[in-house]
């Protein structure tokens, strides 16, 4: 159960303001999804908050209300939720207020890549998207300053028991099974910025260039000179 408050947020929305990359990523994923951006549609991602979180947003904001699934798909979402975290959806991409995203638009789309002896390696990200998340297949793109940003609110959201890293240890090592059987190296962006390649194999990890992972769906065979 999170142990949460509505007001641990305020603090972490203030440090988490960097976006992903100096590019309007948005300008890259609309076009193929009826020109709203991937992660800003619930037909694609549904933004999943703690009760503390749905709280904090809405004595700050009238962005948000609560999910109403239109799907079977969506039906589910909402049927396997904890009781403690809600399914959560904006007004859409033209009406966002950069200050009142929720955390998982912040951090979309990464989660902390957690090695099994525990350590907070750096950003992985939800490979389902990497047909449709066009970052996914640029991560040279993603600046410092978010990687530093969306690190410590990660840290933060553990601290205060919205998130659980050791969760994300074993989805890690989801991430790992998947990739074993792709026989692909998984991507991480390290703490301090760099690449890394995992071995998803074995788990060990290397400094890697970012050109050295392929690109996906749309972009699969777009020239070397693109952003990368
Ligand atoms: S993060 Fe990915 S899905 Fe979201 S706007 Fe950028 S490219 Fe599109
Ligand atoms: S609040 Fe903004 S970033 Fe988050 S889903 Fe809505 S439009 Fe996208």
Same mark, same amino acid.
């Given at each position: 159960?999170?142990?949460?408050?509505?007001?641990?947020?305020?603090?972490?929305?203030?440090?988490?303001?960097?976006? @992903?990359?100096?590019? !309007?990523?948005?300008?890259?994923?609309?076009?193929?999804? #009826?020109?709203? +951006?991937?992660?800003?549609?619930?037909?694609?991602?549904?933004?999943?908050?703690?009760?503390?979180?749905?709280?904090?947003?809405?004595?700050?904001? !009238?962005?948000?209300?609560?999910?109403?699934?239109?799907?079977?798909? #969506?039906?589910?979402?909402?049927?396997?939720?904890?009781?403690?975290?809600?399914?959560?959806?904006?007004?859409?991409?033209?009406?966002?207020?950069?200050?009142?995203?929720? @955390?998982?638009?912040?951090?979309?789309?990464?989660? +902390?890549?957690?090695?099994? !002896?525990?350590?907070?390696?750096?950003?992985?990200?939800?490979?389902?998207?990497?047909?449709?998340?066009?970052?996914?297949?640029?991560?040279?793109?993603?600046?410092?300053?978010?990687?530093?940003?969306?690190?410590?609110?990660?840290?933060?959201?553990?601290?205060?028991?919205?998130?659980?890293?050791?969760?994300?240890?074993?989805?890690?090592?989801?991430?790992?099974?998947?990739? /074993?059987?792709?026989?692909?190296?998984? +991507?991480?962006?390290?703490?301090?910025?760099?690449?890394?390649?995992? !071995?998803?194999?074995?788990?060990? /990890?290397? +400094?890697?260039?970012?050109?050295?992972?392929?690109?996906?769906?749309?972009?699969?065979?777009?020239?070397?000179?693109?952003? /990368?």
């Amino acid at each position: 159960m999170a142990q949460d408050r509505p007001e641990d947020y305020a603090p972490i929305y203030a440090a988490f303001t960097a976006p @992903i990359s100096r590019f !309007d990523c948005g300008k890259h994923c609309a076009p193929l999804n #009826g020109g709203e +951006p991937v992660c800003c549609s619930t037909k694609h991602a549904v933004p999943i908050v703690t009760v503390a979180e749905w709280r904090h947003l809405r004595a700050r904001t !009238d962005l948000w209300h609560i999910y109403r699934p239109r799907d079977a798909v #969506g039906r589910q979402i909402k049927e396997e939720l904890a009781t403690d975290l809600r399914a959560v959806e904006c007004r859409g991409a033209a009406r966002c207020e950069r200050e009142n995203r929720s @955390i998982s638009c912040r951090t979309f789309p990464f989660f +902390p890549y957690v090695t099994n !002896d525990r350590r907070f390696l750096g950003l992985s990200y939800y490979w389902t998207f990497e047909d449709r998340c066009w970052v996914l297949s640029h991560l040279g793109v993603v600046d410092r300053e978010f990687v530093d940003q969306c690190v410590r609110a990660f840290e933060a959201c553990n601290e205060i028991g919205s998130e659980d890293l050791d969760l994300y240890r074993e989805h890690s090592a989801a991430m790992r099974r998947v990739f /074993s059987r792709w026989k692909r190296l998984i +991507p991480v962006i390290a703490r301090n910025g760099g690449m890394l390649a995992v !071995d998803p194999k074995t788990g060990a /990890s290397r +400094p890697a260039g970012a050109g050295e992972f392929p690109r996906h769906g749309p972009w699969a065979e777009e020239p070397a000179s693109c952003a /990368s």
